[in-house]
């Protein structure tokens, strides 16, 4: 039913409402309450200790307005058992004008303890002799966005709610009632009626919490959809074919040979996992996650391994030209006798043309930046998809690459490549079953030996002279610093304006230091060059914008100062300073500020110092931003729910995930028409 047919409704307002993801009256019945008010009874004003909100009903005594600075209105009222107060900062004259003695006020708001008994600023109010009736249900206050008032919200809630009464919307029940029922939970209907209007007598602190049985109702739908829907997609991708590749333990010895050190024995078990998923003939699906530095690349390294005996090609993408080029280097080391071929957005014209040329010919190894999926690039025979720092990427990027392996060779079927994510962010177990329910998941849960902590420390910028002696003392030791510079809001132009000032600063003040620089609007050729130099350590003292975040592996670097650190995230924090403590030295971060902190920010930099454990800054970084920003901005789509908090229901999506095996089991088809009542979801949710 459109928007448009409800009373109050025109054009304008139902574009707004679009914006809010209201697209149909279905929909705002899915737009549920913040809160509510209670405005179906009048309190006493000799009762009101202890209200934080309430609904007073009395006569005008006297109003006036305070001399002062700042003229205040006071109205002072008398419901026969005690007198009260009503405050207003702004008013019109009119309006004292209208507030004379003797006349009836019903006013609600918050209660607060004034300098003369109790009193409400700037409430709600109603004057006359004649006042409307009581509200028959608690007044629900929704969600509201600019444009959008909340009176009008509420009205179109109670329509919605009139025509759901009347059995306008097909909203059958679709979970089993005696689960329901022994879940103590209402069914869809009742829940939304429930929820949009409770009765005056509703456990309100419940409802606040989210926690009323109708509420949760609701949650535990959207939460199954979801996992349906995630099980869905997976078992669509289950049903293609994708080569089967065994390898054998001396085909992965020669490659293991060529490295410099052993596995760890978690690197061991994910890659056990990893060749066990591409020997089935159907596409593996699997995210390894690993801390910063916990080596992934030789992860993926031994999984190409497996497609490469098999004669296959193997594509590895990365979110920077910086990093894919550092893997070009890594992998050329470990696969010398194939043929390795690099494509980026820098490469144009006749080179690319033959990069082209070789991936739809011989080549084994396609490394390369987001260029590698862009539509004239075609492979010859495709095997295996990895995708490095996934968090970095859109889900539209990936889901491209991904189809790019189709329609190959198959018989009759589809053949699909074998895909093989990789993220450094480590997300808590619980939210990660939840966010990648549709991907196996391998976690490498373990550093490579003799890795030192990393030693963390807070400085404020007014002691930025002891920070010279730091640098100086690890650079004549033979390691070299990364110094980052972090505007973040500015454009492109203005952090690398930034970090070219403080490149030539630091190049003052250290005359006697090989300083570099690198930030985005640097040509890639220049850009590769000083990474070149800095690994070779013809560079001491980097200075770089946030480029270096990702994936970036200069084992001798050992000290890192990072400028402003307050404004950044936990995780990005993490990421940067992962940049140091790979190899075997002690290493050291130095976190920059600017004294005052905010509670936010003394809780971010305090984790920072205390912890080098990516999985519990993740812990914290979630209780301080929220799920749908650990995952990464670009990837919120995944974890939109509407109702449901993946922290907070924890409980509830516990009891989903049971309930949703049982119902793929019992009523497969009742599951498609779950999904399909949530699809706005599922189909975000199909995607990733
Ligand atoms: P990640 O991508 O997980 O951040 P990398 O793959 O870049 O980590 O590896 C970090 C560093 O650790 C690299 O210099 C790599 O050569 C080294 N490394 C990886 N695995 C091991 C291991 N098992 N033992 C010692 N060093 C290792
Ligand atoms: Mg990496």
Not at 23 to 37: A, G
Not at 198 to 224: G, S, W, Y
Not at 289 to 304: E, F, R, Y
Request: charged share 25%.
């Amino acid at each position: 039913m459109e928007l448009t047919q409800l009373k109050g409704i025109g054009k304008t307002t139902a574009e707004k409402l679009h914006t809010l993801g209201i697209n149909d009256v279905m929909d705002l019945l899915f737009h549920l309450p913040l809160r509510y008010e209670d405005k179906t009874c009048i309190t006493a004003i000799e009762d009101l200790l202890g209200f934080s909100h309430a609904q007073v009903e009395g006569e005008i005594v006297k109003s006036y307005v305070t001399q002062g600075r700042r003229p205040i209105l006071v109205v002072e009222i008398d419901d026969g058992t005690a007198f009260m107060q009503l405050k207003f900062f702004n008013f019109y004259y009119s309006q004292k004008i209208k507030m004379r003695a003797g006349l009836r006020i019903r006013a609600y708001g918050e209660i607060k303890h004034g300098m003369y008994g109790m009193e409400i600023i700037h409430p709600e109010f109603s004057l006359g002799e004649k006042q409307p009736a009581l509200a028959e249900s608690l007044t629900p206050v929704y969600p509201k966005s600019e444009g959008i008032s909340q009176k009008l919200l509420q009205k179109s809630t109670a329509q919605a709610v009139q025509l759901l009464k009347f059995g306008e919307f097909d909203l059958s029940e679709l979970l089993p009632t005696d689960w329901l029922n022994k879940q103590n939970m209402p069914s869809l209907i009742d829940a939304l009626l429930y929820v949009h209007r409770p009765p005056p007598d509703a456990d309100v602190m419940q409802l606040l919490n989210q926690t009323h049985p109708a509420q949760q109702r609701l949650k535990i739908e959207e939460i199954l959809a979801h996992f349906l829907a995630m099980h869905q997609a997976r078992t669509a991708i289950q049903q293609q074919t994708a080569p089967a590749l065994p390898v054998s333990q001396k085909q992965n010895q020669t490659l293991l040979s060529r490295l410099p050190f052993e596995l760890t024995g978690a690197q061991a078990r994910v890659i056990k996992e990893i060749q066990a998923d591409m020997s089935c003939s159907y596409p593996m699906q699997r995210l390894v996650q690993g801390d910063v530095g916990s080596g992934k690349t030789v992860v993926a390294a031994l999984a190409m391994q497996a497609a490469l005996v098999h004669g296959k090609q193997v594509v590895m993408m990365a979110p920077t030209e910086i990093l894919a080029e550092q893997h070009l280097v890594t992998l050329k080391g470990y696969f010398a006798d194939k043929k390795v071929v690099f494509l980026s957005g820098k490469i144009k014209g006749r080179p690319r043309t033959e990069a082209l040329a070789e991936i739809g010919g011989d080549a084994d190894v396609i490394i390369g930046t987001h260029a590698l999926f862009q539509s004239d690039v075609e492979y010859r025979d495709l095997a295996l998809v990895i995708i490095d720092e996934q968090h970095r990427f859109g889900v539209h990027q990936r889901l491209m690459l991904k189809n790019k392996g189709q329609g190959q060779k198959g018989l009759g079927r589809e053949t699909l490549p074998h895909s093989l994510i990789m993220t450094a962010t480590p997300i808590p177990r619980t939210l990660a079953q939840i966010a990648y329910a549709n991907l196996d998941v391998s976690v490498i849960d373990e550093l490579p030996p003799n890795r030192k902590v990393i030693n963390t420390v807070l400085l404020d910028n007014s002691k930025m002279p002891q920070l010279a002696l730091r640098i100086r003392n690890a650079c004549s030791n033979g390691e070299q610093a990364y110094w980052v510079c972090t505007l973040i809001e500015e454009s492109e132009h203005m952090r690398s304006k930034a970090a070219q000032d403080t490149f030539e600063e630091l190049q003052n003040q250290f005359p006697d230091l090989e300083v570099g620089l690198i930030h985005g609007r640097l040509k890639s050729d220049d850009k590769q060059e000083v990474m070149d130099r800095f690994k070779a350590n013809d560079i001491q003292l980097l200075v770089a914008t946030t480029v270096i975040e990702v994936g970036v592996d200069v084992p001798n670097a050992s000290l890192m100062v990072i400028e402003n650190a307050e404004r950044l995230g936990l995780s990005q924090l993490h990421q940067l300073r992962g940049r140091v403590g790979r190899g075997n030295r002690q290493s050291h971060c130095v976190l920059m500020y600017q004294a005052p902190l905010s509670e936010n920010a003394q809780i971010r930099l305090q984790t920072m110092r205390e912890t080098n454990d990516g999985f519990k800054i993740a812990q914290q970084d979630l209780k301080l931003r929220g799920p749908g920003e650990i995952l990464g901005t670009r990837q919120k789509g995944s974890m939109e729910f509407r109702l449901s908090n993946p922290e907070q229901d924890a409980q509830l999506f516990k009891l989903a995930k049971t309930m949703a095996a049982d119902l793929m089991q019992s009523n497969p088809k009742v599951c498609d028409l779950i999904i399909k009542r949530w699809q706005k979801q599922a189909q975000t949710l199909a995607k990733v």
